[in-house]
T-cell receptor, first 115, second 115 residues
Framework: GAGVSQSPSNKVTEKGKDVELRCDPI?????LYWYRQRLGQGLEFLIY????????KSGLPSDRFSAERTGESVSTLTIQRTQQEDSAVYLC?????????????FGDGTRLSIL | AQKVTQAQTEISVVEKEDVTLDCVYE???????LFWYKQPPSGELVFLIR??????QNEISGRYSWNFQKSTSSFNFTITASQVVDSAVYFC????????????FGGGTRLMVKP
């Protein structure tokens, strides 16, 4: 498939555990984004990677959230000491990067449920 | 402040009716880009259209049309002769010049088309 791939598709975990979510962008896309979508709401920006530049972390809600990306490939979003309010669908998107207004292509998301 | 407002949280129509989804945005930037995305029940976000702030021409694509009016800061979306397959949540979103590339989303409008 040529689309953005996310895994796992569903994750259920106990409060306090750490979780790792994975995103595999479209090949050749230099820009990668993470968003969070709470039930019945719009998407909230979390973090943005562009090539080898320092990521824009301005949307991360707390220091329990972090993300990494190696080069222009896979990214992982890590949530430490999960809380119930972290329950949401986490969506990853990628785009060609330049120009900056290119449409972002989304994966199917990871549905995270914190018990 | 940069903001996207979709005042209609839910709309229900009968098949073949026309329906307009409203989107109002706020930004201080003179250069910005507006988007519509569709999120069907399966969950994936599908890109529909992009508009830049310098292009106020309306656009038609099949049964879909978009009306961009800078004077009222609106970017409305009309579906003509709606079909059951149009049932989805529709999101309006904004990229503004000084925000990097992240999308600012409205809260979404859930459209239900009944047979």
């Amino acid at each position: 498939g040529a689309g953005v791939s996310q895994s796992p598709s569903n994750k259920v975990t106990e409060k306090g555990k750490d979780v790792e979510l994975r995103c595999d962008p479209i090949s050749g896309h230099t820009a990668l984004y993470w968003y969070r979508q709470r039930l019945g709401q719009g998407l909230e920006f979390l973090i943005y990677f562009q090539g080898n530049s320092a990521p824009d972390k301005s949307g991360l809600p707390s220091d329990r959230f972090s993300a990494e990306r190696t080069g222009e490939s896979v990214s992982t979003l890590t949530i430490q000491r999960t809380q119930q309010e972290d329950s949401a669908v986490y969506l990853c998107a990628s785009s060609p990067g330049q120009p900056s207004n290119q449409p972002q292509h989304f994966g199917d998301g990871t549905r995270l449920s914190i018990l | 402040a940069q903001k996207v407002t979709q005042a209609q949280t839910e709309i229900s129509v009968v098949e073949k009716e026309d329906v307009t989804l409203d989107c109002v945005y706020e930004t201080r930037d003179t250069t910005y880009y507006l988007f519509w995305y569709k999120q069907p029940p399966s969950g994936e976000l599908v890109f529909l259209i992009r508009r830049n702030s310098f292009d106020e021409q309306n656009e038609i694509s099949g049964r879909y049309s978009w009306n961009f009016q800078k004077s009222t800061s609106s970017f409305n979306f009309t579906i003509t002769a709606s079909q059951v397959v149009d049932s989805a949540v529709y999101f309006c979103a904004l990229i503004y010049n000084n925000a990097g590339n992240m999308l600012t989303f409205g809260g979404g409008t859930r459209l239900m088309v009944k047979p």
